[in-house]
């Protein structure tokens, strides 16, 4: 990649991770645990399915996972991270793309119902094997024929305050042969998560995934690390091992899930996000059924979640939630922490189940909470939580407004809340209980300088490079020829960025900031699963002369967004 789009990359991040951290406004409560469970989303995700290699494994897992497991789970979306076929000519060894791979892999999950409205395909190294450009995967895939990309962002719930789910092309565009596999992000492909960031700002998280570990990336690794960072991703849940890891980079769940085609364990994981709480779970292709708590959080995850918020000492009404699915409706579910009597949990809408932990008498450190559910016996969820002082729960006055602690000081939230001088909600305005100092998303201008406030900043339109919505900042350095002029050698440059960005049949540039039209959005929970078919005012000198660098950097002419957002891209 060349050097002017990386700094571009680069400093529009730590702009926005500026304006983020310190703007009035910027900081929110998404780690804080939600008295209502109104806010859970939930997808399905699994990897490798290698249909064509041998054994009727692949479509057997595959046909479960979009049949039954989607049937009684009712995802917001199915998520399949690469290989999607084996590419190999009989099943033995890949070498490019079989025709009757691809339509055998097409034609299984159409009958599943599903469609580019419920249904995330991405690319894997097999799926680009001698196939320069990925005409097979942008033909037969379900996303690739539904929006001529390789990569995919979309949100689930309030476009404003959903969940935002971006797919990753990770595998080289160079269709090189096997065993070769030049994994990576080009140019073209980290504009476009930067931009679906960037257009999801708003989002309550961002959930990446992609078809090759991090440490595989072979280009783009740094960038998309550092985007990551920026915007305090979630997770990146991958495949490509066949072997099943979970760990974290920084705040960042890395889950490394095993084949569903090839793998005897660990194919499918279900994730979830209650409220600002992520919560996932791996789970054998077939096996019933299926447990997830959701709140609380589990702070063993990976090995330790640093997501993970304690909950206060003598809480009587901490929530519980768990998700529960299986081959036949639940009956009794009932939560038990460490050796208390298991108290039970009510339905609270499909698939939910809902409760209270009394915190009093629980010694500060870390406890075990068990899910169980009749009429099972077996798949219960145990997690870890930790019972700690927060700030709205330590006797101190942390505001030194002359209140203490939740429910006394207004500044509260709740007793997770780690801050108390958040602004109480105002009766009559359903949008109250924003930040100090906030009105209506923040200040306007500062020194005289227009700033994001409710809406964001965006590159204005005119001005594009050849595409359909390319930055200016990237189009000044796209010659007619197409490759980027960074001032490096082609032989310095990554040799197959101008394939990332070019249409392999019409020749085309891609724009890297999505489709021309909006892809339909779920209706409902499980839409095409029901049935086959620091300071603000210390850090003001600062915010100014890194967004004014950017600004001068990247040559973009800032407006304000209309106000409009779209669920998909």
Known sequence: MGTAVRRTVALASVATWVMATWMPGAASALDEYRASGDRIHWVLVTTDTHIGTSGDRPQENLAWVTREACQAVQPEWVVVTGDLTDASPGGLIPWGPQEGEWRDYRALVEASGMNASVYLDLPGNHDQYNDRGMPHFLQWSIQGAATGRTQQSVVMGDPDGGVHLLGLATPGNDGAVPPLDN?????????FAQQALEDHGDAVAHVLFGHHPLDDLTYGRQEIEDLMRTWDVAAYLYGHTHKYEASFQGRTLLLNLDSLGKADHNHVALLALDGGILSVRAFDAGKWPMILVTVPADAALGGGNPRAPSLPPDWPQCPIRA?????????????????????PLRPAGYGRFEGTLDTTGLSVGQHRLRVRAAPWNRGDHEIAFRVGATACRNGKDDDFDGLTDWPDDPGCESPLSEREDRVPPDPGDPGGGEDVGVADGGPETIAGEEVPGDSELVPEAADEAPGD???????????????LDTGESEEDRNPVARDAWENPETGALDAPDGPSEDTPAPARKGGGCAAPAGSPESCLPLLILLWGTVTASSRRTLRHRDGSRRETR
């Open 183 to 191: 994994a990576g992000l080009d140019a073209g492909e980290l504009l």
């Open 323 to 343: 998700l529960v699915f299986g081959d036949q409706p639940a009956g009794e579910v009932t939560a038990q922490v460490d050796d208390r009597e298991p108290v």
């Open 469 to 483: 919505g390319m930055p200016e900042a990237v189009a000044e350095e796209v010659p007619e020829a197409g490759a």
